[in-house]
């Protein structure tokens, strides 16, 4: 995975690019820490600095943020910006710059356009969003309404299987004309064409899986799915990478997915198994085992991670941390929030008998968090403190 660049600042690129000269920057720069306005809008408005060329250079750090042009690159072009006052795509272009983010993301559009599913001028305003922001043109469409997750999420599998070469443009067309009509998958809407699509991964795709579990979102999906089309890289790298899964969960995921592949599970029961584990910090083979046959989701209750975390005993980071670690080495997860001295002994035992009546329905979730949070203030004994107001007698 190539690293990331350091961040720049506008201000660098700014002076480097010579738009402003740096002792405009300096006048520029008390006016901003008084005012908590950005130090660009500060020079725009003294008269230093363009408007467009303000955003030509937000544009160019969004484009350097997302590591898909080099500094040394968007200085030059920022330099044209000034001396020649055209946009920064039109500098680009005169450099020679070719962006393959670029054309992936106008290659969505296009097959969304020929397609029928969304207006060319619609396409071109999303396009300038993607170029000032630097988000994916699926995500883009679909916050602004173009068109739904299901059809953008479509349109990033056409163009999968087009670069797989399972088939052409034109059937991709066609089967997203489908899909978006009836409502159904791209696979199925292929299917349905007599276009069979042969590839076992197609019996649950992993981002599917993802949002059964409900660890991920459709928006964040999308986002990984034209982001993994940009770097040639699996969706589940994408999102380990940004940080919406963790290693450990991908490699339950794909488990699971292979699972399901090979008849052993069905979807959903994978789905609120993967679920369990990354709830509970069961283990995969555990949470399978509770799971069952069962198609309903056994864990809408809250879990007792979620209970740590909610009563501000363990941060977000720590109790994914104390999950990944319970679940690999099938550990209850008190125990390890104890073995990781991320909690006292007595709290944890408090934590657990809390969590039990709530299980067993004795107390709600909100009497559940009031009592342990009573524990902490007052460090009695928990079932004392229960039994004083009326919720459970000690045992």
């Not at 306005?37 to 725009?44: C, I, M, N, Q």
């Not at 797989?164 to 978006?180: G, P, S, T």
């Not at 039990?356 to 968090?369: N, P, T």
Request: one cysteine or more; hydrophobic letters at 45%; a negative charge.
């Amino acid at each position: 995975m190539a690293k990331r660049p350091d961040p720049v600042l506008i201000g660098d690129l700014l002076v480097k690019s010579e738009l402003v000269s740096l002792g405009q920057f300096a006048d520029a720069m008390p006016i901003s820490l008084t005012t908590g306005l950005p130090v660009g809008r500060v020079l725009v408005g003294s008269g230093y600095l363009k408007e467009t060329h303000f955003k030509a250079a937000v544009a160019a750090q969004s484009l350097i943020r997302e590591n898909l042009l080099h500094l040394d690159l968007a200085l030059s072009a920022l330099k044209l910006v000034g001396q020649y006052n055209v946009s920064l795509d039109e500098a680009l272009k005169r450099l020679g710059w070719r962006s393959e983010y670029y054309e992936t993301t106008n290659r969505l559009g296009d097959l969304l356009v020929d397609a029928g599913l969304v207006e060319p001028s619609v396409v071109n305003d999303c396009l300038d969003d993607c170029f000032a922001s630097g988000l994916p043109l699926g995500r883009v469409l679909v916050m602004k309404g173009a068109v739904n997750e299901m059809v953008t999420y479509a349109a990033l599998t056409a163009q999968i299987l087009i670069r797989e070469n399972h088939i052409n443009r034109d059937q991709a067309i066609e089967a997203l004309k489908l899909a978006a009509r009836r409502k159904v998958t791209i696979e199925e809407s292929l299917n349905l064409s007599g276009i069979a699509i042969v590839s076992k991964t197609h019996a649950i795709r992993l981002g599917e899986l993802l949002i059964l579990a409900d660890l991920v979102s459709e928006i964040d999906l999308l986002s990984a799915v034209e982001r993994g089309l940009l770097d040639e890289q699996p969706i589940g790298q994408v999102l380990v990478r940004v940080g919406l899964i963790t290693e450990n969960t991908l490699k339950q995921a794909l488990q699971l997915q292979e699972m399901v592949t090979e008849g052993q599970v069905r979807p959903l029961i994978a789905a609120n198994a993967l679920k369990a584990a990354r709830r509970t910090g069961k283990s995969l083979a555990a949470a399978l085992k509770e799971v069952g046959d069962n198609d309903s989701d056994l864990y809408s209750k809250m879990e007792l991670p979620e209970l740590f975390r909610n009563v501000g005993l363990i941060g977000q980071s720590d109790m994914i941390k104390a999950i990944d670690f319970s679940s690999t080495t099938d550990s209850p997860f008190a125990e390890v929030v104890w073995r990781l001295r991320l909690v006292d002994q007595s709290t944890i035992q408090a934590a657990v008998r809390c969590h039990e009546l709530y299980k067993a329905d004795q107390i709600s979730a909100e009497q559940c968090i009031f009592a342990l949070q009573s524990f902490l203030g007052s460090r009695r004994n928990i079932d004392e403190l229960l039994g004083q107001v009326g919720w459970q007698g000690g045992r």
